[in-house]
């Protein structure tokens, strides 16, 4: 082959793993039954496709070809290993190559594998530590290294704990496979935490000088988008909604020196109006069902937000009546914190700090930043201006998120 078209076809082998390597892997850890056997065939096979791809040119069906060397790839390291056995036999079952003709049916191997994927990397045995970095370790491809530094630990750390859940998956004998109908909204809820909590992550960072880190919240966005094309549920296409509503408002809620603004001050211009487009339309989807929950709940409360100009303009009765509707889904302390804030907004401030003052009354959330932080503001905006700064105070000292602590001191040195 002449040296520009073997460009060509490794630039095509490079083009393949990054957009279907993913796939490819959780179809060879279902044929493999092993975790690192199948990473191991995964990249064994692309180096055979560099290899052999330039000199005898690109198979009919790549992406089955890169399955079927995977697949033996993998045998035959059992084999070297002296570990071959019947089990490995059973692996015969996957076709060979010349029999996966139509490509709709290698996409719909993959398609089935992927849900396998993630139901078992988010398989309620684990740890949710363990689930979140599986997932993005085997579903997202992300390296351990990317993980352990979006959730600010060591890369050793970060290994151990996948190396951990790999190991609990298969000494649990936890199934490879997409639950049964009547198991499905229990898995399915806990697969939709996951993502949400990866979401989170990226939308407003735990710790650290960053407010956000959207390689986490997009990678979120990605994950939702996949499990909505793999399982169209309703709650699935309301948690992507809201990630997308959420999303829009990254580039405003910080100023270019990275600090904090509040959702009533930001500029709505700087919102990404595609997310708001599509986010919306996907909220009226899901609702639309009639068999809604809590995150097509939340959509529609960030909908509200997203389509008021300003935050005096707000629908915030509606936004209450979705927060108590919210409220029969999720009893929480924190929901009930987020509707004292727009009561406060529909009724006046001193209506949402006598609900605040309830729910610390209980101490549910005395170790909640965001309610110390919540009352401050209430506090600050009539008057009680003691009250303020030590609701701030609190608030500062248990947050370890630099631009919220800017914030607070902020505040703080208004009120003296």
Same mark, same amino acid.
């Given at each position: 082959?002449?040296? @520009? +078209?073997? @460009? ?9 793993? *990054? ?7 959780? /179809? &060879?850890? *279902?044929?493999?039954?092993?975790? @690192?056997?199948?990473? %191991? ?24 070809? &890169?399955? !079927? ?26 076709? @060979? ?15 089935? %594998? ?29 390296? /351990? ?41 229990? =898995? ?44 169209? %549920?309703?709650?699935?296409?309301? &948690? ?6 959420? $999303? ?8 270019? !020196? +990275? ?19 599509? +986010?919306?339309?996907?909220?009226? =989807? ?35 009546? &979705? ?26 401030? !001193? ?5 605040? %003052? ?26 009680? =201006?003691?009250?303020?700064?030590? !609701?701030?105070? *609190? ?13 607070? $001191?902020?505040?703080?040195? =208004?009120?003296?």
């Amino acid at each position: 082959m002449r040296e @520009d +078209g073997a @460009d060509r076809t490794r630039e095509l082998v490079d083009n393949l793993y *990054r957009s279907d390597s993913s796939r490819i892997l959780a /179809t &060879l850890i *279902r044929l493999l039954d092993d975790f @690192d056997l199948a990473e %191991d065939a995964l990249h064994d096979a692309f180096n055979a496709a560099m290899v052999q791809w330039p000199l005898e040119g690109v198979p009919a069906n790549p992406l089955a070809w &890169l399955v !079927s060397t995977g697949r033996f790839k993998g045998i035959d390291q059992k084999r070297r290993a002296a570990r071959f056995d019947t089990s490995v036999e059973s692996l015969a079952a996957f076709p @060979d190559t010349g029999n996966i003709d139509p490509a709709d049916q290698i996409d719909d191997i993959f398609r089935d %594998d992927q849900l396998r994927l993630i139901f078992t990397c988010c398989h309620p045995a684990l740890s949710q530590e363990a689930r979140v970095a599986l997932t993005l370790r085997e579903v997202c491809g992300l390296t /351990t290294e990317e993980i352990a530094s979006a959730f600010i630990t060591t890369p050793s750390t970060l290994a151990q704990r996948i190396v951990r859940a790999k190991a609990k998956i298969r000494d649990a004998h936890i199934p490879y496979r997409i639950p049964s109908p009547a198991d499905l909204p229990d =898995r399915l809820g806990t697969v939709l935490r996951v993502i949400y909590l990866v979401f989170n992550e990226g939308y407003s960072a735990s710790s650290g000088e960053l407010l956000t880190r959207p390689d986490l919240s997009g990678e979120a966005i990605r994950l939702g988008r996949l499990l909505m094309e793999l399982l169209p %549920d309703s709650e699935v296409i309301g &948690l992507l909604a809201l990630m997308l509503l959420q $999303e829009s408002r990254r580039d405003a809620r910080t100023t270019l !020196s +990275g600090d904090l603004v509040l959702l009533e001050d930001q500029d709505r211009s700087l919102w990404n109006r595609e997310y708001i487009t599509e +986010g919306s339309a996907l909220t009226v =989807r899901a609702m639309s069902t009639g068999q809604f929950g809590p995150y097509a709940i939340q959509a529609a409360i960030a909908a509200i937000h997203a389509g008021a100009p300003d935050a005096s303009s707000t629908e915030w009765k509606r936004i209450v009546e &979705l927060y108590d509707m919210l409220l029969l889904w999720e009893p929480s302390p924190v929901v009930e914190l987020n509707r004292a804030v727009a009561v406060a907004m529909r009724d006046g401030p !001193s209506a949402g700090l006598e609900i605040i %003052d309830a729910i610390l009354a209980r101490g549910e959330l005395a170790n909640y930043a965001l309610a110390h932080s919540a009352r401050g503001e209430l506090c600050r905006r009539i008057g009680k =201006r003691r009250e303020a700064t030590d !609701s701030y105070t *609190r608030a500062l000292s248990l947050t370890q998120q630099g631009p919220v602590r800017r914030f607070l $001191e902020r505040q703080m040195s =208004r009120l003296s």
